[in-house]
C-alpha cells in the first residue's frame, strides 16, 4: 500500500510537471520551426484568432490578425531565408510571467542569430509580450507584440528559471 502511495505521488508529481511545461512549448515550437525554416510549424504556435504586431526601430509597424496571416508572413520570412541559404536560430528568455485567470502574460526577450553564406553570423535582439491562452487543451500565443532590444537588454535579462533556483 506505501509503495502504491509513492507511486501515486510521483506520477502526480511527474504530471504536474509535464503541465508545467506545457505552456513552453509554443516557445519551442517557435526555436524549431526557425531552425527549419517551417512556417506552418511556427503559425500553429498560434491560436486560430491570434494577433501578431511587429514594432521594430526604423521599420513601419505591421499587424497580422489570424494563423493565416500569420502563416503567410512566416512563408514570406522563409522562404527568402531558404533562397539566401541563411540559417535562422532563435533564444527566448521570458523574464517575467503573470497568470491571469486562464491565460499568462510572458514578458522578455530573444537572440536571432542570422548565419549567410557570404556574411556569417549576425545577432538580433528584441523584446517581446505574449498572451499564452489554452486551444483545445494546448497552449498557443493569442498575442504576441514584438519590438526591438539591444544585446545588453538580452544578456541583462534574468530568465524565470533562473530566479526559482
Not at 541563411?86 to 485567470?101: A, E, H, P, T, Y
Not at 545588453?152 to 530566479?163: G, L, P, V
Amino acid at each position: 500500500m506505501r509503495l502504491k502511495r509513492l507511486l501515486c505521488g510521483y506520477f502526480l508529481v511527474v504530471f504536474a510537471h509535464i503541465n508545467a511545461q506545457r505552456s513552453e512549448e509554443p516557445y519551442l515550437q517557435f526555436s524549431s520551426a526557425y531552425k527549419t525554416l517551417d512556417a506552418a510549424l511556427l503559425a500553429n504556435a498560434y491560436a486560430e484568432n491570434a494577433v501578431l504586431i511587429n514594432l521594430y526601430d526604423r521599420l513601419a509597424p505591421q499587424s497580422y490578425k489570424g494563423r493565416t496571416a500569420i502563416l503567410a508572413f512566416f512563408m514570406e520570412q522563409f522562404t527568402r531565408a531558404e533562397r539566401d541559404k541563411m540559417g535562422l536560430d532563435i533564444v527566448f528568455k521570458i523574464s517575467s510571467r503573470k497568470k491571469v485567470q486562464e491565460n499568462y502574460l510572458d514578458n522578455g526577450f530573444y537572440r536571432l542569430k542570422i548565419t549567410h553564406p557570404d556574411i556569417g553570423t549576425t545577432k538580433r535582439f528584441g523584446k517581446f509580450s505574449i498572451v499564452l491562452q489554452q486551444e483545445s487543451g494546448v497552449w498557443k500565443f493569442s498575442v504576441d507584440a514584438n519590438g526591438s532590444a539591444t544585446e545588453k537588454e538580452f544578456e541583462n535579462a534574468i530568465y524565470i528559471e533562473e530566479e526559482k533556483k
